[in-house]
Nanobody
Framework: VQLQAFGGGLVQAGGSLRLSCAAS????????IGWFRQAPGKEREFVGV????????YYADSVKGRFTISRDNAKNTVYLQMNSLKPEDTAVYYC??????????????????????WGQGTQVTVSS
């Protein structure tokens, strides 16, 4: 599966932004999709993950309650809705696909090694 993330941009603190991750391939619904981000000089950080059907998700503590992941398998697209943005949310955001499902499988979803396919990333900048 090939992934492409888009929708990033410049937003003021407190604002909202929605990222999209579009996928190619007819087996999109068989992948768990994760979102990660990477700020300059820092390691790639887990943001959240959504199950293959979209019925389940969980998030890093740093974004819990502010970010929401959803997916539309008919459109081969996953979304990351980001609200109440903070300057520390500034990063390049990546979506990634894992064939290791279901979401309840006992593996570390925050580990980049568990994702086989990555999008190219989209820049999000939050100004104070």
């Amino acid at each position: 599966v090939q992934l492409q993330a888009f929708g990033g941009g410049l937003v003021q603190a407190g604002g909202s932004l929605r990222l999209s991750c579009a996928a190619s391939g007819r087996t999109f619904s068989s992948y768990v999709i994760g979102w990660f981000r990477q700020a300059p000089g820092k390691e790639r950080e887990f943001v959240g993950v959504i199950s293959r059907s979209g019925s389940g998700s969980y998030y890093a503590d740093s974004v819990k309650g502010r970010f929401t992941i959803s997916r539309d398998n008919a459109k081969n697209t996953v979304y990351l809705q980001m609200n109440s943005l903070k300057p520390e949310d500034t990063a390049v955001y990546y979506c990634a696909a894992s064939p290791r499902g279901p979401l309840s499988l006992d593996i570390d979803r925050s580990d980049v090694a568990n994702y086989d396919f990555w999008g190219q990333g989209t820049q999000v900048t939050v100004s104070s």
